[in-house]
């Protein structure tokens, strides 16, 4: 075998999959067809959930150094009520500003001290398996390995070639996002990085938006707009410059100087979510798996939370020890999540749209999302937060492990740096209970469980509880993380 996995696609998902299976100790060829980073800032923030789980492996403060700003609210089809995020207990309740450009530099220095590097310039242009491997061609050649990850966007060669249904909606209309640098910034144009912008909506249709994303004093600016009823025949064609000029002129005012177009690109309101997340050795993942509106900047962070979610369980099959049925559960836990943020984004889609009924939609909707709960639950959906997984058994059973302080001045996420699962335990007893999972568990006796109610809960590696003690915990010990050793 020339690897244990390839991973296609070294965006923020496939460098997350990549860096789980080498901190498990799993060989991992991490191919794109690319010839290097682009810079391109494309996504713009990690929401509340994947901050916690880049802490989880030691590697949000890199982004953190990163960032612009810190956004402490979010929006639900940039209706004028914020959503707040801090009512899901999370050490980070706050949109981390930074664009996708930085998240991967961090990314990929993480993974490059794993002993991984990105094989730029390869394309994937065949893909064989059988019960045994995988092949996949590339270059002129074939390479093996025991697993295929496909993490190669919306137009994934690895779920095409695999044959997955991709169902949904067909683009219905079409905008731009691009970045600029302005010479001089007309009037009324945000000075700052926040979630509300310079928005500008005409009785048309038409809307734009328009705020700061560089560092102090470079001029960098994020412009989205839709022009009513403009027809674009080929979205991955080249965004013409002067197009993006005018936009910026007519919405924002012609005293406006735009001094370069750094990059431009279409986006619709198309939603698709891949039928299988498996087939056979393969795996899809993010926008190989689903594609949407990117409203709420949910895009970047469902894929990371896909690869911490694939990538542990993958390295545990490859390490020997994994349960039966461990990686179906990654189909079983993702596809669901997949589909709750195509629910949450085509809403936001009918509350954007122009007449008079959806008029009367936003304003019902405006006034729902003052009630505490209904905003609770918004903001939920679209940080993350509120995600809990089916694993059997009452909450906090399937929900995230909220990180708390140790005694000698940690915080818990810390105990999860190399990619174990942890037991958290008041009762000394338990901890000789986990000792043959030495390796796959890290055991450790705390004074407290603060918010759980229980004496003791096991956390698989992606943070999330999978026992609370009243149950047998051999029993889960067994379910997560396969026999004992002996």
């Known amino acids: 075998m020339d690897a244990d996995v390839i991973v ?48 989880l492996r030691g590697m949000l403060d890199g982004a953190e150094e990163q960032a612009r700003a810190r956004l402490e609210t979010t929006h639900f089809a940039h209706l004028p009520v914020p959503l707040t995020l801090d009512g899901w207990n999370s050490r980070y309740p706050y949109q981390v500003a930074i664009p996708q450009a930085e998240v991967e530099n961090v990314l990929e220095e993480h993974l490059a001290s794993l002993g991984v590097r990105v094989q730029w310039n390869s394309e994937v242009t065949g893909i064989e398996q059988d019960e045994e491997r995988v092949r996949v061609q590339t270059g002129g050649k074939w390479i093996e390995a025991r697993y295929l990850a496909g993490c190669d966007g919306g137009r994934s060669f690895v779920r095409k070639h695999l044959g997955v249904e991709f169902p949904g909606l067909d683009a219905r209309w079409f905008g731009t996002v691009s970045d600029v640098v302005l010479g001089i910034a007309g009037e009324g144009i945000a000075t700052t990085w926040d979630t509300k912008g310079s928005p500008r909506m005409r009785p048309d249709g038409s809307f734009a938006n328009i705020f700061p994303i560089g560092k102090e004093s470079d001029n960098v600016y994020r412009i989205f707009y839709s022009i009513a009823d403009q027809v674009i025949d080929d979205q991955r064609a080249k965004v013409p410059e002067d197009e993006v000029i005018a936009a910026i002129q007519e919405f924002y005012g012609s005293d406006t100087e735009v001094k370069e177009v750094r990059w431009a690109s279409r986006f619709s309101d198309a939603s698709r979510l891949a039928e299988q997340y498996r087939v056979g050795r393969a795996f899809l993942a993010g926008d190989a798996a689903h594609v949407h509106l990117p409203l709420g900047g949910q895009g970047l962070n469902t894929g990371v939370q896909d690869a911490m979610n694939l990538g542990w369980k993958l390295a545990a099959e490859i390490a020997g020890w994994a349960p039966e049925g461990l990686l179906d559960t990654y189909h079983g836990e993702r596809h669901p999540v997949g589909a709750a943020v195509l629910t949450n984004t085509r809403a936001q889609v009918a509350l954007g749209q122009k007449g008079i009924e959806h008029e009367a939609l936003r304003e019902i909707f405006t006034q729902l999302i003052k009630l505490p709960e209904a905003n609770r639950l918004l903001g939920g959906a679209i940080s993350g937060l509120s995600i809990r997984y089916d694993l059997g058994g009452d909450e906090p059973v399937g929900a995230r492990l909220t990180d708390f302080a140790l005694p000698d001045g940690r915080w818990v996420s810390e105990l999860f740096h190399q990619g174990h699962g942890v037991l958290l335990t008041t009762r000394t007893a338990l901890l000789a209970e986990a000792a043959p999972w030495t390796g796959r568990v890290d055991a450790v006796e705390v004074p407290e469980l603060p918010g759980i109610g229980a004496e003791a809960v096991l956390v698989r590696p992606d943070g999330y509880i999978c026992w609370v003690s009243g149950t047998p915990l051999t029993e889960a010990l067994h379910r997560w993380f396969g026999a004992a050793r002996t």
Not at 14 to 23: F, K, N, Q, R, S
Not at 24 to 43: C, I, M, N, Q, Y
């Open 8 to 55: 296609v696609g070294a965006g923020p998902t496939g460098l997350t999959l990549a860096h789980e299976l080498a901190l498990a100790g799993a060989h991992v060829a991490l191919l794109d067809k690319g010839p290097g980073r682009t810079g391109e800032s494309r996504a713009l923030n990690l929401h509340p959930r994947t901050a916690e789980m880049l802490a």
